[in-house]
């Protein structure tokens, strides 16, 4: 046996243990001195966060938050990884999406450090007659190919395999995906008119021919960018899934060879717990439907940097959202990511770029070494239960879905519809009362930047499941400030009046001009009400100023013209004042409501 030197650093060696009981005494002292009387699990649930699906985020986990075995990666139940090895041989296939028949980006990304092209062909992206001169120049053998075609995926399909029979590529060295989705694509445009019988024979053809072809990607996005939630975004892969091992079986495939054919496609947010949870989730669910079916459980996950919490404005921040996202999406085991360039949501991204997108995923392998850990979440109280209780709530989604009659019969009754418009109500609540705050738009917003102007990308397919954005509230605002900027020259503008000392009005000052800019309207808070241009004011102090100050100089600014006199704080009975703004308000209603007033159409 070895002994250890005694080097001084036993750290808390001497001290007895906490227990959790102890830890919530400390929390309910805390809170009693805040006037909130609580003790025991009580305290504790008042640290906790209210999330999606019913899920709470607790302040402390531990040993006691028991979660089911997660098994090992590459085996079942595949919580830990569809592979044993996970991404450490070289980290993820870095996929990168292309709408344009742009060869030179095609070859550009290839030769910068992406794996495999994910290609929009028809509706939403280019003609397929493109596809040869795009592929110009690409060893096909060595880079994968993932095909979204939509209902072009018959003629997309064979015009790639008569590409690869034209350039002599060996039929068992062909990689990547046909991208048949039928349902999916029901989802985006409302089609339900897709034969399935095609699709069929090209994952038939896969399974004989190409054994490194897939033919059907399961595209949990639809549900994801129509404002689901993620056990909302799991249920309706699963039965998707379902759906597709039913067609297939029916077509006289296998189960094994009807699950090889499957890829599932999910959203990396930039709630990195979340993702992280949701893909490990992922994996979890699908093993319990192949052992019920009788299949291997390997799932193989696409993973793709979330396009709605993508913003318009100050669009510089979605390189850190899509960092985070990309990060949680390797930690969560997924095989292959796709970082959407930060100027994706404004139009055809430049090459800066796609370079910035593809070299997030190389700095997180390359440089921070994130792939060289197998399921580097894993043992994580807190991920380990997150994990398990969204496997619960994406498999009861799932469950509903089949009692309507499967994911098809869900789609065209539109079951499916109403219940992720019903959380993305919700979810815009938060938006709107800046409880979810988005930075850069309703947070810290910059009116004086200078727009970012793209060329217009391909209008995506519509008329199915709508298409949301975290920004899209704020841009509505914004695109009225715009409007009324390039009429008249000047933004509409609302005079900020400090009262007392900066240490009295500083915060709530900050406050206010932030949160006008969210709504595209200037503050001003040099000289007098009379020489701002303004037609409103807020007051801008602390409550004990308020209490000697607001009613003489609310009297002052409306007898200097002003129409409208808010009061930065919480509501209380001061005389003059029409409205309050304070932490929680409806930004988005008030904002509006001032814009009207102001005549900003």
Not at 264 to 287: C, E, N, P, V
Not at 310 to 330: C, E, I, K, Q
Not at 414 to 424: D, F, I, M, P
Request: glycine share 10%; hydrophobic share 45%.
């Amino acid at each position: 046996m070895t002994v250890l030197p005694d080097d001084g650093l036993s750290l808390a060696a001497e001290f007895p243990d906490a227990t959790h009981e102890q830890w919530q005494r400390l929390v309910a002292g805390v809170l009693r001195k805040s006037g909130k009387e609580v003790s025991d699990d009580a305290a504790e649930d008042a640290l906790s966060t209210t999330l999606e699906d019913g899920l709470r985020a607790r302040p402390l986990y531990s040993a006691l938050d028991s979660a089911p075995d997660p098994g090992l990666p590459g085996f079942a139940p595949f919580v830990r990884g569809g592979r044993a090895e996970g991404n450490t041989l070289g980290g993820w296939d870095v996929r990168q999406r292309h709408t344009a028949a742009d060869n030179g980006a095609v070859l550009a990304d290839l030769e910068n450090g992406v794996a495999s092209l994910w290609l929009a062909v028809g509706a939403g992206g280019f003609p397929v007659s493109s596809l040869g001169p795009v592929l110009d120049g690409v060893y096909l053998d060595l880079a994968p190919v993932v095909l979204e075609a939509g209902r072009e995926v018959e003629p997309a399909a064979r015009e790639l395999l008569r590409i690869y029979e034209e350039r002599g590529v060996p039929r068992d060295a062909a990689r990547g995906n046909l991208g048949a989705d039928p349902l999916g694509h029901e989802a985006r445009t409302g089609d339900a008119g897709f034969d399935f019988e095609p699709v069929a024979a090209l994952a038939r053809l896969c399974a004989e021919e190409y054994p490194g072809l897939r033919a059907l990607t399961v595209d949990a996005l639809p549900y994801h960018e129509a404002g689901g939630s993620a056990a909302q975004e799991l249920g309706s892969s699963l039965a998707t899934g379902v759906a597709y091992l039913r067609e297939l079986t029916g077509a006289g495939l296998s189960v094994e060879q009807a699950a090889a054919q499957l890829e599932f496609r999910y959203a990396a947010t930039a709630d990195q717990f979340l993702t992280i949870a949701k893909l490990r989730a992922a994996r979890r669910l699908w093993a319990r439907v192949a052992e019920v079916c009788g299949a291997p459980g390997g799932q193989v996950q696409h993973a793709v940097t979330s396009p709605v919490m993508m913003s318009r404005r100050d669009p510089w921040v979605n390189m850190l959202r899509a960092t985070v996202a990309t990060l949680a999406a390797g930690v969560g085991g997924a095989e292959s990511v796709t970082v959407l360039p930060f100027d994706h949501a404004i139009g055809l991204p430049d090459a800066f770029a796609r370079r910035i997108a593809r070299n997030t995923s190389t700095i997180l392998v390359e440089e921070s070494h994130l792939a060289r850990v197998i399921d580097p979440a894993g043992g994580s109280w807190y991920v380990e239960r997150l994990t398990d209780e969204l496997a619960h709530a994406g498999w009861e989604f799932f469950q509903r879905i089949e009692q309507e009659g499967g994911q098809a019969a869900a789609l065209r009754s539109g079951r499916v519809g109403e219940e992720l418009a019903a959380t993305w109500a919700a979810r815009s609540a938060k938006l709107a009362k800046r409880r979810e705050p988005v930075t850069g738009v309703s947070e810290f917003p910059n009116l004086a930047e200078r727009s970012v102007a793209r060329e217009p990308a391909p209008e995506p397919p519509s008329g199915g499941l709508p298409r949301v954005r975290r920004d899209e509230a704020y841009e509505v605002l914004r695109a009225r400030s715009d409007a009324h900027l390039a009429a008249t020259g000047t933004r509409p503008r609302i005079f900020l009046a400090a009262l007392g000392p900066a240490t009295a009005h500083t915060a709530r000052l900050t406050f206010a001009a932030n949160l006008f800019q969210a709504g595209g309207i200037e503050p001003v808070t040099d000289g007098t009400f009379e020489d701002s241009g303004a037609t409103e004011a807020c007051l801008c102090s602390s409550d004990a100023l308020y209490e000697e100050q607001a009613a003489e100089v609310t009297a002052s600014l409306k007898s200097a013209g002003a129409a409208q006199v808010f009061l930065a704080g919480r509501p209380g009975q001061y005389p003059g004042v029409d409205a309050y703004v304070f932490a929680g308000c409806d930004a988005v209603a008030v904002l509006s409501a001032t814009l009207d007033r102001m005549g900003v159409s």
